[in-house]
């Protein structure tokens, strides 16, 4: 019979690996010193049984947002760095959205770059629109909260339909982002619209107002993504090196929900 994987069990001798039978002193009869350790014990954690956990993956989420920070602070002192933020962030986005095992050195440096870019960019917005940053963080953490909050509670949950609807507007969104960065570095609009098509209006509204409340729309519901990928993640013991891929999700969204509150408020200040 292969021998148990089951800690608990390996450490009574009767379930060892290659463990005889013992022979039993009457003196002793009725204690059992093993049991009782293992009742007394704490609980494994990730780091004992190598499984993604929901401690073990906020940790990492933790880890992941210091070093944005980090980074960040830096960049608000020199926007400069702004540009290859941005640059390094893009490549190492796909590089670990496409990589078949997380790596967490590559998904830290993202976190990282990606510090470089929001700090140089959220210096460059206040300057521009002053208090747009702390609205756009209070906002970004509201979203997640309440998104959390549902989640956890049951009454927001991920499914097919919706995810299909979900991924046809993320390809929609791509496209008309494309486009608009074109048209913006290229000069196919006028030079006084800060934000490109954003900045023109559809029946008196901003449609960068209009396509904003879109994209918060469609990173709320990437949260609750995320939160699925993680809960599954746990529930089939996946081992604990995925807590980095589950971290690193909710890092994409939240980078992602913070710029477009960037993008709204800084339009509705103008406007």
């Known amino acids: 019979m292969a021998a148990s994987n089951n800690p608990a069990l390996n450490r ?5 690996a290659g463990g005889a039978p013992q022979p039993v002193d009457p003196n002793t009869v009725g204690a059992t010193p093993d049991l009782e350790a293992l009742f007394q014990a704490r609980s494994a954690g990730a780091a004992e049984t190598g499984r993604m956990s929901y401690e073990d993956t906020v940790v990492k989420t933790v880890v992941l947002f210091a ?12 926007p400069q760095l702004t540009i290859i933020g941005a640059i390094v962030g893009l490549v190492l986005g796909l590089v670990n959205a496409f990589k078949r095992k997380p790596s967490p050195a590559l998904i830290i440096t ?7 870019f929001l700090g140089g960019i959220s210096r460059i917005f206040e300057t521009v629109f002053g ?6 963080v209070i906002a970004t953490l509201g979203v997640f909260g309440v998104m959390l909050a549902l989640f956890a509670s049951g009454k927001v949950r991920a499914s097919n339909r919706l995810t299909k609807v979900f991924l046809g507007a993320m ?9 608009n960065v074109g048209l913006m570095v290229f000069g196919g609009v006028s030079s006084d619209l800060a934000f490109g098509l ?3 209006t559809f029946m008196g509204i901003p449609l960068g107002l209009i396509v904003g409340i879109l994209a918060v729309l469609m990173g709320a519901y990437s949260l609750v993504l995320d939160f699925e ?28 929900l913070y710029v477009e509150f960037l993008r709204l408020f800084a339009i509705l200040s103008r406007n």
């Open 198 to 200: 954003n900045s023109m």
């Open 131 to 136: 208090g747009v940053v702390v609205q756009a």
């Open 67 to 78: 070093a944005l920070l980090a980074t960040g602070v830096v960049a608000w002192f020199v």
């Open 12 to 16: 009574v001798p009767a379930f060892r």
């Open 229 to 256: 990928f993680i809960k599954n993640g746990v529930e089939n013991r996946a081992p604990r090196v995925y807590g980095w891929q589950g971290a690193f999700g909710l890092m994409v969204t939240l980078i992602w």
């Open 171 to 179: 390809v929609g969104y791509l496209v008309y982002s494309l486009v």
């Open 110 to 116: 993202y976190a990282a770059a990606q510090g470089l």
